[in-house]
Nanobody, 121 residues
Framework: QVQVVESGGGLVQPGGSLRLSCAASGSIFSMTAMGWYRQAPGKQRELVAG???????NYADSVKGRFTISRGNAKNTVYLQMNSLKPEETAVYYC???????????????WGQGTQVTVSS
């Protein structure tokens, strides 16, 4: 199995910044992609940003130019730098990891427990 652990959430004022961290560990032969989703109260979970093993990134239109996803120096870690945060971005942010446990296994998608981000004055 793969464990995914997020950290870095908290309370921030509108216009402020936060950096989320995510680390995946366990039965990982290869990592295909990692990234972040978020879910606000009463809303569906939505993709925020993702990054592949090759370094390709994708972002939700609403966060382009303000959020940056990057890979850490440590293996199987990613960061989400969030700038100019808005109150409507208050949500639980979930990290995901897409990986294989062996060279021939199917990819699995693994999720963290989520970290709360609250944007409020």
């Amino acid at each position: 199995q793969v464990q995914v652990v997020e950290s870095g959430g908290g309370l921030v004022q509108p216009g402020g910044s936060l950096r989320l961290s995510c680390a995946a560990s366990g039965s990982i032969f290869s990592m295909t992609a990692m990234g972040w989703y978020r879910q606000a109260p009463g809303k569906q979970r939505e993709l925020v940003a993702g990054i592949t093993s090759g370094g390709s990134t994708n972002y939700a239109d609403s966060v382009k130019g303000r959020f940056t996803i990057s890979r850490g120096n440590a293996k199987n870690t990613v960061y989400l730098q969030m700038n100019s945060l808005k109150p409507e971005e208050t949500a639980v942010y979930y990290c995901y990891a897409v990986s294989k446990s062996t060279p021939t296994s199917h990819e699995g998608v693994f999720w963290g427990q989520g970290t709360q981000v609250t944007v409020s004055s």
